[in-house]
Every structure is written in C-alpha cells, then in structure tokens.
C-alpha cells in the first residue's frame, strides 16, 4: 500500500516523474540485452546448425591408414544400423587453387557422392541452391558456392581450371589441373561456409587427394541436440580397430568456446548497462524521499515503524524494476522476432536517402548507385536467426529485478532513518 | 486518581553555537488519568517542546518522563516507536495529512502499518471519521478537503489505535473562528467519549478555558492556573 502511494506524484496523482525517469531507464537498457542475447542466440545456433549439417556433420569417422570400398561400405552399414542415426555418407576434402580467365581463388573442395543431396535432408535445408542444381552426377561437374562464382567470374555452364597438389610414391608433389564444369551455384548464408567452398564428385575427389585422411565418413543423426555423445560411444563401440570417432564439438571446440565465452561476455557488459539504470533507480527513490520526507517523518510520530518503511522503499524499487523489466522484456522480444524487418527497414531507409543524394549529385559525379546491404553473408550471416531462450530471458529478468531491488536498499535505509522531530522542525 | 504523566526535574536545552537556549527549566507534573490539561504560554515559551519530549519525539537534556509507568525519555528506537503507536496520539497546528491518501487511508494508515488487519482498521477508521462527520468525505484527498475538515481527519487518525493520551499541539491554529470552533468541540466530546486523556497547548485563552486542568508556561516553568 505504502509502496504505490510512494511511487506516486505528491498530491497530484500519478506517478513521479523520477519513477518514470527509473522505469525508462531499466526498460531502455533491458531492450537492447533481450535484442542482443537472443540476436546472438540465434546468430550462434543458425552458425552451429550450418557448421553441423555442412560442415563438420554431427559425427566424423575416420580411418587414419586408408581403406578399400569394401571396408567402408561395411563400416557405413554397421553404422547406417545404430539406431538414432539418419544417414552416413563418404566425404573427401582438399584444396585447390582455381582459376578462371585472369581470376584466381583458393578454394576448400569437397567430394561428395551424386545422391547425398537426395540422403540428407540437413544439407537441403541450409544449403540453397542458387542457380543450377546439385548434380554431381559426372566427374567434371563441380558446385561452386556463389561467393567463389563471383570470385572467379564464373556463371552455370561456365568451365574453370582447378589446380590440386597430389603427392606421389616417391615423396614428391605433383601439381594437376583438372578442369570442372558449373552446374550449380550455392549458399549457405554463412559466409566462413560460402567463401571458397567448391563441391565435387568424390570419385574424382578421390583421384586428386589420395592420402588416407582425405577420405572420411560424415554420420548425420535424429537428434544431434541430444544424442551425439551417446551415438558416437556407440559407433566407437561397434567399429574395427583404427577406426576413429570425433563429434562436432571436438572437431569445432574453439568455435564452440569462442560462441560460448562472446556471448558470457555479451551478456557481463550488457548487465553493467542494466546496473547503471538501476542506479537511476536508487536516484529516483532518495528523489522521492526528499520529496516526501514530511510524509515520512508524519509516518514515523504516527508510530508506523522504520521497518516498514525501509521495506516499502526496498518494495519501491522492485516495483520500479519489475515494471522496467516487463515492459523492455516485452519490447525487446519485439524488436528481436522482428530484427530482420528492422534491419531491412533501415536498409531501406538509408538506401532511399543516398539514392536521393545520388540524384542530386549525377550532374556532377558519374558513379554508379550502390545500394549499401546490411543484412550480407558477408557479415555472418545474410539472415538472423532468433532464437528465444526461455531460460536467457528468466535470467535477465531476475538479475535486472534484484540489481533494482538492491538499488533501492541504500534509499530505503536512509528513508527509515528520518528522524520526524529534524524533519518537522525544517518544514 | 491514578497518574498517566509523571514529569520531574525536566529540562531542554538547545545548543546554538556557543549559546546554550534553556527552553523548559525544571518542569515537574503529574497528570491524572482522563484530565484534559491546557497549557497556555506565548510563543517560544516551550509548549511545543514539552509535547515533543513526552511524545517522544526529541528527547529531554535533563530530568524523567513517566507515561502509564514507562520512562519514554530512555526509550530506543523501536520502544519509542511502539509508544508512539500505542500510546500516543498526536495533533499538530498543521494537519500533516498524506495528499496521496484519501481521509479513510490516512486515518486507517497508523492503525493497519502496526498491526490490525485492514478490514478492522478500515472499519474503524469509518467510524471515528463518522464521530467528527467526515462519513461522506471517506474518498476524499486532502486536496480535495478544506482545512477545518483536515484537522478533522487528523483528528480522527490520533485516536486510530486507540491510545490513552492525545497530544495536541495548537490544534486549531490554523483555522479561522468558525472551523476552530468545530474542531474544539468535536476534540472535546472525542477525548470525553472515548475516555481519553489530552494535554493540549494553545495560545487561545478561550480554547485553554475548556480544559479540566489549566497551566501556563511562562520562561520554561510550569505555573497551575
């Protein structure tokens, strides 16, 4: 009861314009912690979901002294029979250096098998196909990611040189050019994926990189969320001597870690702007004492005891708190669900800016119009995955409401120590 | 008839710079039980600090305060607010009503912050309102109220936990004749209804007229009139 009426402006109903100041406060620093916790959520999931499905796979099982056909047919049917496993599937990896007329790129090559598009619903749901298709059908067609393409110049149909190291028998290196044919351009949206990421029939892959290590088996599973670890100890248990067994988050821990420590950090310096606003909630409530310390001190002579004024106080702030956190929880989630709009509303609005600029400068300036995209590949990714944690937004919620409640204690101590004789004696 | 105040050799001192300002020099009273004493004194004779120190409010440089047998001038924090709550009531010359409480709330307040639960102090703040016929201003703001009604509901709120002793200190102050006059009788019949005792200090000599017992303050010592 007590805790309102403070909050409230004096005699004039309302409330107080420094609750109001307090409340903006909190919801404006909680808005951009839900944007940016939940933005970085999605952004690590939608990177983590792309490095499973086309980059590490969830499972990689490999054979350090290499293998005949044979062998590793019996060994993907040994694990094709574990249960919880999808599909499993020969990878060979190698790098190039591809040209293309007076272009030339690294590039990261896979050997894929024709039918793994068909076998393996993962790949087909990050990897877009741009133009083309997937069709590794014969030895020279090759899958070019679309920022290889425009690397190299190269279009759907187009032909481009491919040079590969082969070491020989005797210990030398041989350099072979291969020549591949476009018959499709891709994109994951991820540009660490994109970027010089060639595809190729693995037959012929394995022609160019013919060490052991090269060839590998991806596994992909039901639930990579839940069952990696105990499939792989599984397959481990089932597979031959030499055979070897590593999870994605082996293969890919410093990412992993890194995405892990950011987003610790992220989430350490976006509190420090919640403890900041929450001391504009202590402010706000030592503003509210001097306002109403007759109220107080008129409190105290009537016998009410200082207990429960400390604690009204302290009630005071938590009111605040909870108030500002709602409120920011509810728009931050806002701004976060819709952040690809937002961004795209920004673009938008940049873009019409600078393209009235440009108008105005033609007659002076022959350059061509450049839209400026913030949403690229280029930058991560060319999408930003939300992804709300019920658990994150829990934990924002509790640290910004105790970070306010204890703000309020130093005001709420000093409002319980009025004493009412000084006070009455001052008005 | 039994004492409620037992006051001896009480004595206040302010400390003003290097000048010590003795406001009450040796008071020595005892006050019976149900009396309404009026203590009369010009201005800056005392009569606020002496309601001040036997409400516990500032505390005395030397001498005792006895209330229903309890020393209040040695009291801690928590006593003295336990005193105030229970044992006192207190009227001061300007109404000191909350502006963001209606009359109801700010008579119940007192009564439901120590203890009683609200549907009874609610009830009981009704009542008293009722006894100085403020029932049709219960949701009224103090802003909202004129200021005979103010000191009404102040008024009313002293009496909220029932104490034995009413304090008022120039209670009708600040009104003019026609409110001063209410206040006064609405006061008296309270304090002689629900059997209280009252120490009231005024400088109206007509308002003093109408206590049981009258004294007058006079360079910080007590006179019997």
Partial sequence: MLATRFLGRKGAGGFSRHVIGAVIGITISIIPLVVVLEVTNGMISGITQRYLEIGTYHIQVRNPVGVSRKDESGVIDIINSIEGVKTVFPVVTGVGLAYSGNARTGVALKGYRADYWKNDPGIRKYLKIESGAFDLSEENYALVSSEAAKTLKIKIGDTFKLLTAKKLKNGKTLLKPSYFTVKGIFSTGYYELDSISVYINIERGSKLFNSPDARFLGVKIDNPDRDIPKISRLIKAKLPFRWYVFTWYELQKPMYESFASTKKMLLFIMLLIVLVASVNIASALTMLVIEKEMDLAILKSTGIHSDVIVSSYVYSGFLIGLSGTVLGIIIGLMFAVNINELFHGIEYIINSGRYLIHLAAVPFVNKPFSKVVLLSSAYYLDYIPVKVRFIDILFIGVSAVSLSTAAAVIPAVRAGRLKPMEVIRRH | ?225
Avoid at chain 2, 17 to 31: F, K, R, T, Y
Avoid at chain 2, 68 to 75: A, W
């Fill in chain 2, 1 to 225: 008839m039994s004492k409620i105040i037992e006051i001896a050799g009480l004595h206040k001192v302010y400390r003003t710079g290097a000048e010590d300002l003795s406001v009450l020099n040796d008071i020595n009273v005892s006050i019976a039980k149900n009396c309404s004493l009026t203590i009369t004194g010009h201005s800056g004779s005392g009569k606020s600090t002496l309601l001040n120190l036997i409400s516990g409010l500032d505390f005395p440089t030397a001498g005792s305060i006895e209330v229903n047998g309890q020393r209040v001038d040695s009291m801690n924090e928590v006593e003295l607010t336990t005193y105030r709550s229970f044992y006192v009531g207190l009227i001061f010359q300007f109404h000191y009503l909350l502006n963001d409480f209606t009359a109801l709330e700010n008579v119940m307040l007192p009564g439901y912050m120590s203890g009683q639960k609200r549907g009874f102090a609610e009830e009981r703040a009704f009542e008293l309102l009722k006894e100085v016929g403020l029932e049709e201003r219960l949701d009224h703001y103090p802003l909202q109220m004129s200021g005979g009604e103010r000191q009404r509901v102040a008024v009313a709120r002293a009496l909220i936990n029932d104490p034995d002793l009413i304090l008022a200190d120039e209670p009708t102050g600040n009104l003019d004749e026609k409110n001063s006059k209410m206040v006064e009788d609405i006061l008296f019949a309270l304090i002689e209804n629900h059997q209280k005792t009252m120490l009231l200090v005024t400088h109206d000599l007509n308002l003093a007229e109408r206590g049981t017992r009258q004294m007058q303050l006079e360079h910080g010592e007590l006179f019997e009139l």
